[in-house]
């Protein structure tokens, strides 16, 4: 298929003037992804837009497999 430009998995990302560091959660307009390395300040890097991450959570969370989980800034 000559459009085929990838599985969506993985999305380039251009960074602003800030460092990431590998597993940060990086937001979009659209949803979350996660860094899938350190991505220098001004430069583009790798993140993860699909699949099972482990992050950090508030310790009062109460969390049970296979409740819907929502991203809130």
Known sequence: ??????????????????????????????GIGVASADIAANAK???GMCGVFKLAKEAALAITQGDILYWNT
Not at 3 to 16: A, D, H, I, L
């Open 1 to 30: 298929m000559k459009n085929f430009k990838g599985s969506g998995e993985m999305m380039e990302y251009q960074n602003g003037g800030t460092a990431r560091v590998s597993g940060e959660v990086i937001e979009f307009a659209f």
């Open 45 to 47: 890097g790798s993140v």
